[in-house]
């Protein structure tokens, strides 16, 4: 499954490299100009899914979900807009089809097991951020292994895969910390991201990993 991606700052789509939120541009994107025309053209194209990262949620300077909100009129939203606690999780169920609970808005865990505990599981979906070969995390006191524990225990069934570094440079070779999670969570299907690429697309299929997040190639046109 290729779930295209969209940065959203501004009410505009933006793109950039290696995370860099600040010196990401207008996207330019063959599927369109705006962030409605983007997804009308996706969904015509046959994509079933759309992931959607608010960045002045994440970065804590604006809010773009009622934009967000008619893109998954169009087509069903994934959305990482900084979940910290249940509350967030209650303000989006008018926004998004699926939550993202990303490590990267971690502030506590115990915040994360009420909401798997409370809130279908099948509307969740964990985001393992890696950024230099470390996890990507609010709480720095939370590690690698808490979180993989706290899946082992739950129902959720996917798990995105995320490489910050690699981001928009289309290259996507596994890390060690990411060998090791994937070495070691069972019984969910992983979603790869970062610099996907259509050989790496090929690398993972062979290792039985299907589900990608995949943003400059597609929009770029070359997938």
Do not use: W
Not at 29 to 47: M, R, T
Not at 94 to 104: G, N, P, V
Not at 123 to 145: C, F, H, Q, T, W
């Amino acid at each position: 499954m290729i779930i295209p991606v969209v940065d959203i700052k501004d009410n505009e789509c933006v793109s950039g490299k290696s995370g860099n939120r600040k010196s990401y541009k207008k996207l330019r994107s063959v599927y369109g100009e705006s962030p409605l025309e983007i997804a009308e053209n996706l969904k015509k194209a046959g994509y079933e899914l759309l992931y959607v990262a608010d960045l002045d949620r994440l970065e804590k300077t604006g809010d773009n979900s009622e934009l967000i909100s008619r893109i998954n009129g169009i087509i069903p939203v994934l959305l990482d807009n900084a979940i910290e606690n249940a509350n967030d999780v209650d303000n989006n169920q008018e926004i998004s089809t699926y939550d993202i609970l990303a490590t990267e808005s971690l502030m506590n865990l115990d915040d994360f097991e009420r909401i798997i505990g409370e809130y279908p599981n099948d509307r969740l979906v964990v985001s393992m951020d890696i950024k230099d070969e470390r996890l990507l995390i609010a709480n720095d006191e939370i590690g690698v292994d808490d979180i993989i524990e706290l899946i082992d225990n739950s129902d959720i069934g996917y798990v995105i895969l995320l490489n910050v570094s690699r981001v928009g440079t289309k290259s996507s070779d596994k890390s060690p910390l990411e060998e090791y999670i994937l070495e070691r969570i069972k019984n969910v299907e992983f979603i790869m991201a970062g610099g996907i690429t259509r050989e790496a697309i090929k690398r993972y299929n062979n290792q039985n990993i299907n589900s990608f997040l995949v943003g400059t190639l597609l929009h770029e046109g070359k997938l």
